[in-house]
């Protein structure tokens, strides 16, 4: 294979590029047009079914339409998660005394707050990466979950999620009132975060031995960072605020791993869906201009695709994963649930399969491999990932970077993924 080297010599094609990798890391410019594009996820085919009237959102008296969307979406009340920071919309309800729910899935967030103006909710997109929504609570024949855009990408499209659609999973040294002490700093929040920097602003539920966080805490003093925290091993929090206000009184410590590992994969899988086509639509703009018709990608846009790949196969099995020195053990039926919903192979075994004792998962692959985010990837970033995945797990890549994985759990999540996912290529199951 012969590659096509980028002409250096045509000045105006030099203006062409500069211009077209301008617009393309603009969301609303091509090739994503994120405002016009039309969505297509499942808070989206939700909203579809409503309004062909074959799915109706019931009204609870308590709760608005938070239990019945939730139901419509297939997202357990057990992956309750309650934050108390003011970091989010509606952060005039949340406080201490009034936490911020989240619930999830693999698609899907939901955010839920006492009295509450709105349900908030994002979902992964075959076509925006991630879309936002809200669900006025308010009691109406047929209710309508609107698209948000401008207000929720002030914080859901910044470097924090790569500047893509994206997550954020913050942790934050707050007072009494909720508010975060920022002068101290913030974290934001992934699967290699260290376990003392997490939760800063959360509820937790959970036994974790003698490893600390900065869950269940109000920070009084002004050095907030060498104040010790009265909230480990917290099982019962009905003396913090009234849990019976809530689906369930817990905000499980398992649920809040899982959430922002998820949550971190998500951005990779858009990051990575993007940078793609970004990529290809420069290409393109280049044959154009070039007057060429290629039958191969060029050698800048490759690793342009290649690299966002990297990112997001060290992402999917969990490189850098932050140990556990002890064991975690939550309060609700979420390990137990998540763990249930496979898909398993004949020997019984999942990618969901949780460890909880020195990792979050026993086979270090993250489930989401298996979701229509990752299936949706342009082609040639979800082969190139499921190549390398495959050079890996087979032992071909013996980098430093893959050594959390030894040859037996290489060979497990082999055995698992040819089992359980049916669209990989041929070579994995020769």
Sequence with gaps: MTSRLLPTTLATTLVLLAAA???????????????????????????????????????DEEFGYLPSLLESLDVPRSSQA???????????????????????????YVGYCQNGDVVELSAADTKVGTAFYTLAQTDVARPRIERRIDGCLICHASSHTGNVPG??????????????????????????????RRWGGWYVTGTHGDQKHLGNHVYKSSLPRDEPNDGLNLTDLSGRFSTAKYLTPHSDIVSLLVLEHQTTVHNALVKAGFATREA????????????????ELRESTRGRIENAGEKLLRCLLLCGEAPLTARVKGTSKFAEEYAAR?????????????????????????????SEAFDELPDVVRDHVLRRMHDVLTGKDQSEEFDHLTPETRREILEILVATKPSLPATWRR
């Design 21 to 59: 990798a301008g617009r393309a890391n603009d969301l609303e410019g091509n090739p994503i047009r994120y405002s016009e594009t039309a969505p297509d996820n499942v808070v989206s085919r939700l909203q579809q079914k409503i309004d062909a009237g074959e799915i109706e959102l019931d009204w």
């Design 167 to 196: 997550h954020v999973v913050r942790s934050v040294f707050p007072d009494a009132g909720g508010f975060p002490k920022l002068a101290s700093g913030t974290y934001r929040i992934d699967h290699t975060s260290p376990f003392e």
């Design 280 to 295: 290809l639509w420069y290409e393109k703009s280049l044959d154009e201009a070039l007057g060429d018709s290629p039958d």
């Design 342 to 370: 496979g898909p398993f192979d004949r020997e019984g075994r999942s990618l969901r399969t949780l460890d909880l004792q020195t990792r979050l998962f026993r086979y270090p692959c993250s489930p989401l491999v298996g």
């Design 82 to 108: 309650l934050v108390f920071s003011k970091t989010s919309l509606q952060r005039s309800r949340i406080s201490p005394r009034r936490p911020r729910a989240l619930y999830f899935n693999d698609d899907v």
